[in-house]
């Protein structure tokens, strides 16, 4: 029987331009379409520009994550160039894109996720004397008593839903949700301390990073490590157990296809020895990643390049976009493109990439022993598996141990650093070149291909992005993309408040921008 449409469009607090529509029978979820409702096309603008133009360009892409487009673009170039940083120019970049990965996950926990969980009018009961807290109470007081069409924005208006009941599990994550703010303050600083600036930081270069570390930035850096990693391991590890244990179910919703990819990130100062590793994982079986078996199509999406399907990274120069008549003429058709956003593959399966692939990719292949153990420490305490981690809530649990990991690693690699030496390894970019560089952004697996031509300039570039892999229309073979599969087999309660689906798809961290690039 025919079921009814629930559009969520466009939807807030993610990063772009989202929409997403589902059919519904009775109750659940029989069909889903995501889009990716913007163009852009700058890698192809990269086109005929000196091959280090990309490091800074690709950072434009997104004002989120980018430096993750930084380090791929530098690796790419590293790759072509048979070059490696020095010790100090690979651990001043781990130290940049550290920090930056730490302050996304607070961002997206409390900022852009957190208030599908807490509730945050129980700040209206609060009593106490903190002073962020009392400020907050009165100002939200003051915004329901005003004319305003959309009191107490952003916290309110939401959904009509159920929220944690505790109220001072509330409280207390309200408090955090301030006090947070502040944190990530300090993380970009530590960014812009060995990246010049943030967001964008310009010293990432192919060749390493080109700010000398003197003794008075190291200690710099230090403080507001101490003052992030106090945060990190006491509130949000406190928010994150809470909010699991109060929405457990959400360890079983959103799954998905199951496919998880990931890619090696993290290196020691030798450029080696990753601390989180790549891989892919189908079937519930883990497998050495090759690169060979990536491809993308875009049978869906708003583009007429001959050929759409099975199309290798750097195979095609040009890609070209509908007109303005074709595309008006395209969405009256019966199963038209439906999205910007092309649709990646490895090996022709669909892959779910961010935090969850990559703690579970780590986990499968052994490689960090104390990721394992903190692994193992959550499941017996919230007793689940690893079964679990491609679901909302696992989503949020592996950011936590993402994040505990990074720190760890900041404090051990700052302290390996050789204070004012240089961190930079100049070399001439070459020509009739390729190469490729892969890395995970905060949502997931990145991966830049770069080709010169022969006066060092750039023939052909590609970006395969995090979003791009979880947002994508169908493929050729008509299978849904990976968030479109997490909503489909969705119970929801109420189809005019569908909480239900936006907590799948903001598990994901969607960053549109980055997916249409």
């Known amino acids: 029987m025919p079921g009814r449409t629930v559009v969520v469009d466009p939807m807030t607090r993610i990063e772009g331009h989202l929409r997403f529509e589902t059919q519904v029978r009775d109750g659940v979820v029989a069909d889903a379409h995501c889009s990716g409702d913007m163009y852009r096309g700058i890698e192809k603008a990269l086109i005929g520009y000196d091959a280090r133009v990309a490091q800074q360009v690709t950072q434009r892409v997104c004002g989120v994550c980018p430096y993750a487009h930084a380090e791929a673009a530098s690796l790419a170039l590293e790759d072509a160039m048979g070059l490696k940083p020095n010790a100090n120019g690979q651990l001043l970049r781990n130290l940049i894109v550290g920090a930056y990965q730490l302050q996304d996950y607070l961002l997206h926990f409390y900022t852009l996720c957190s208030l599908d969980f807490i509730d945050v009018t129980a700040v209206l009961e609060y009593q106490g004397s903190d002073p962020g807290l009392s400020t907050l109470?009165?100002?939200?007081?003051?915004?329901?008593?005003?004319?305003?069409?959309?009191?107490?924005?952003?916290?309110?208006?939401?959904?009509?839903?159920?929220?944690?009941?505790?109220?001072?599990?509330?409280?207390?994550?309200?408090?955090?949700?301030?006090?947070?703010?502040?944190?990530?303050?300090?993380?970009?600083?530590?960014?812009?301390?060995?990246?010049?600036?943030?967001?964008?930081?310009?010293?990432?270069?192919?060749?390493?990073?080109?700010?000398?570390?003197?003794?008075?930035?190291?200690?710099?850096?230090?403080?507001?490590?101490?003052?992030?990693?106090?945060?990190?391991?006491?509130?949000?590890?406190?928010?994150?157990?809470?909010?699991a244990g109060g929405f457990s179910s959400y360890f079983h919703e959103?799954?998905?296809?199951?496919?998880?990819?990931?890619?090696?990130?993290?290196?020691?100062?030798?450029?080696?020895?990753?601390?989180?590793?790549?891989?892919?994982?189908?079937?519930?079986?883990?497998?050495?990643?090759?690169?060979?078996?990536?491809?993308?199509?875009?049978?869906?999406?708003?583009?007429?390049?001959?050929?759409?399907?099975?199309?290798?990274?750097?195979?095609?120069?040009?890609?070209?976009?509908?007109?303005?008549?074709?595309?008006?003429?395209?969405?009256?058709?019966?199963?038209?493109?439906?999205?910007?956003?092309?649709?990646?593959?490895?090996?022709?399966?669909?892959?779910?990439?961010?935090?969850?692939?990559?703690?579970?990719?780590?986990?499968?292949?052994?490689?960090?022993?104390?990721?394992?153990?903190?692994?193992?420490?959550?499941?017996?305490?919230?007793?689940?598996?690893?079964?679990?981690?491609?679901?909302?809530?696992?989503r949020h649990l592996s950011r936590y141990i993402m994040a505990e990991t990074i720190v760890e690693r900041l404090r051990h690699d700052l302290d390996q650093v050789e204070p004012e030496a240089s961190a930079f390894v100049e070399q001439e970019v070459p020509k009739n070149a390729r190469g490729f560089g892969l890395t995970e952004a905060t949502r997931g697996a990145?991966?830049?291909?770069?080709?010169?031509?022969?006066?060092?300039?750039?023939?052909?570039?590609?970006?395969i992005v995090p979003t791009t892999w979880n947002i994508s229309p169908r493929d050729a073979d008509d299978k849904p993309g990976a968030v479109e599969k997490m909503l489909i087999g969705t119970r929801i309660a109420d189809e005019k408040n569908p909480i239900e689906l936006a907590r799948i798809v903001r598990s994901t961290d969607p960053c549109m921008a980055c997916s249409v690039h």
């Not at 008593?145 to 159920?162: D, E, G, W």
């Not at 944190?183 to 930081?201: S, T």
């Not at 990130?265 to 497998?287: L, M, S, V």
């Not at 990145?446 to 970006?463: A, C, F, Q, S, V």
């Open 137 to 243: 109470k009165e100002w939200v007081k003051a915004e329901l008593r005003s004319n305003k069409i959309f009191p107490a924005a952003p916290f309110l208006p939401r959904y009509q839903a159920a929220y944690l009941q505790d109220r001072e599990l509330n409280i207390s994550a309200i408090k955090n949700y301030l006090d947070a703010l502040s944190v990530m303050a300090d993380l970009h600083k530590m960014v812009a301390i060995f990246g010049g600036k943030a967001p964008h930081p310009v010293a990432i270069e192919a060749g390493g990073v080109t700010t000398l570390p003197s003794v008075e930035l190291l200690a710099q850096y230090h403080t507001l490590l101490e003052r992030a990693e106090r945060f990190i391991k006491n509130s949000f590890h406190h928010d994150v157990v809470a909010v």
């Open 254 to 394: 959103g799954k998905g296809w199951g496919n998880l990819l990931s890619y090696p990130y993290f290196p020691d100062k030798r450029g080696e020895h990753h601390a989180f590793a790549g891989g892919a994982t189908i079937g519930g079986r883990y497998q050495a990643l090759d690169i060979g078996k990536i491809t993308e199509d875009h049978r869906y999406a708003y583009y007429k390049t001959e050929p759409s399907a099975g199309v290798k990274p750097l195979q095609n120069r040009e890609l070209e976009p509908l007109s303005w008549e074709e595309y008006q003429r395209e969405r009256e058709r019966p199963g038209r493109k439906y999205s910007w956003t092309k649709a990646p593959r490895y090996g022709s399966e669909v892959m779910e990439v961010g935090p969850a692939a990559r703690v579970v990719n780590t986990y499968h292949a052994g490689v960090n022993p104390s990721l394992t153990r903190m692994v193992d420490g959550f499941n017996r305490q919230l007793g689940i598996s690893l079964d679990d981690y491609n679901s909302v809530m696992g």
């Open 446 to 463: 990145l991966g830049h291909w770069i080709e010169t031509d022969g006066k060092g300039y750039i023939r052909n570039y590609e970006m």
